[in-house]
Nanobody, 126 residues
């Protein structure tokens, strides 16, 4: 199985940018569909972005579309989440997840993901 470790979380001002990393070990990250999710204090976990294991298809939550970009570096066995124009609503613990691909769909349901990292805190201050 794959192990995932996130990094890059920090406190940033409104309008700032951050790049989160999700480093994989144990298996090749390109064998999995990858997703980023976030959970704000007192709220349910929500989908942020996903990347299909083959073909490069992506999916974004409406709230981050045009501001966030998910990408993968196979040489580093790492998935990234570039976050621009951050606002206080983006404050949350961000987690990456890996899903064993079973079909052609790209999935935003966290219950469908098989492996999770521990999360990294992103705080956007106004």
């Amino acid at each position: 199985q794959v192990q995932l470790v996130e990094s890059g979380g920090s406190t940033v001002q409104v309008g700032g940018s951050l790049r989160l990393s999700c480093a994989a070990s144990g298996r090749n990250i390109w064998d999995y569909d990858m997703g980023w999710f976030r959970q704000a204090l007192g709220k349910e976990r929500e989908f942020v972005a996903a990347l299909k294991w083959i073909g490069g298809r992506t999916l974004y939550a409406d709230s981050v579309k045009g501001r966030f970009t998910i990408s993968r570096d196979d040489a580093k066995n790492t998935v990234f989440l570039q976050m621009n124009n951050l606002n206080p609503g983006d404050t949350a613990v961000y987690s990456c997840a890996a899903k064993i691909p079973l079909d052609e769909s790209i999935n935003s349901n966290p219950d469908e993901y098989d492996y999770w990292g521990q999360g990294t805190q992103v705080t956007v201050s106004s």
